[in-house]
């Protein structure tokens, strides 16, 4: 058994599924809560403070799409949606709520696991790389990225992002008019390969979101431009500052 400190709340309203993810996580050595409906979620939420939420839509009370937005009014913590296989829609919907990344049902626990490793292995990064001496500003196109205090400005105005959203941004303003694939994006930020083509939404999904907050015309940017055949770059412009 690995030795995890991550407490992790588990919303679903299906009883064999909070069991079963109870029991292989705890397993595993995660601290495990659960809740059965969103009402719940947010008071357990509020309560033990969890490291990560896995997160069903389809609920009594209150849907997952209400409990992710209500987290994300002031907090950032990784956010996995569990979906119906056909409901594309509703996986789209619980991304640009904020969500971090969904699993599709009937899932592999094993898949599960997976994703939860790779995004707590980020987060824990984050961690680490807010307190490096070598982090700094990255400046370009009017937006300033402070990579010490994972903060976002736009013309100086602050800009809130997830966790999620920031590591993508960081990652193209970084090698900015270098295009990345989808799938090597989905590597590099979320941490695993894609298996199916449809995981390559969750990049398409925060890429709009990255540009409904930065682009001043989303539906034309200028910033955050997609390679055509690709993935996506951030536009080379000269004005670059990066201090260390």
């Not at 930020?189 to 989303?218: A, C, F, M, N, Q």
Request: proline residues 3%.
């Amino acid at each position: 058994m690995e030795n995890h400190k991550e407490k992790i709340l588990v919303v679903d309203d299906e009883v064999s599924i909070r069991r079963i993810l109870e029991t292989r996580l705890s397993m595993i050595g995660y601290t495990v809560v659960t809740a059965a409906d969103g009402d719940e979620a947010l008071a357990v939420y509020k309560k033990e403070l969890p490291n990560l939420i896995i997160l069903d839509i389809m609920m009594p009370k209150l849907d997952g799409y209400g409990v992710c937005q209500e987290i994300r009014k002031d907090s950032d913590i990784p956010i996995i949606m569990l979906t119906a296989l056909g409901d594309v829609a509703d996986r789209i919907t619980g991304l640009e709520l904020g969500a971090d990344d969904y699993v599709i049902k009937p899932f592999s626990p094993k898949e599960l696991e997976a994703r939860i490793k790779a995004i707590l292995r980020r987060v824990d990064k984050m961690s680490l790389h807010s307190t490096a001496l070598s982090s700094g500003i990255i400046s370009m196109g009017g937006i300033k990225i402070d990579t010490n205090r994972r903060q976002v400005y736009k013309q100086n105005e602050k800009i809130r992002l997830t966790g999620m959203e920031f590591s993508l941004l960081e990652l193209l303003m970084s090698k900015s008019g270098e295009a990345f694939s989808r799938a090597s994006i989905l590597q590099e930020v979320w941490g695993y390969t894609p298996e199916r083509h449809v995981d390559t939404r969750v990049v398409d999904v925060h890429i709009s979101r990255l540009r409904s907050k930065l682009e001043e015309d989303p539906s034309n940017p200028d910033l955050i431009l997609t390679a055509r055949g690709t993935g996506y770059l951030f536009q080379k412009i000269t004005e670059v500052q990066k201090n260390t």
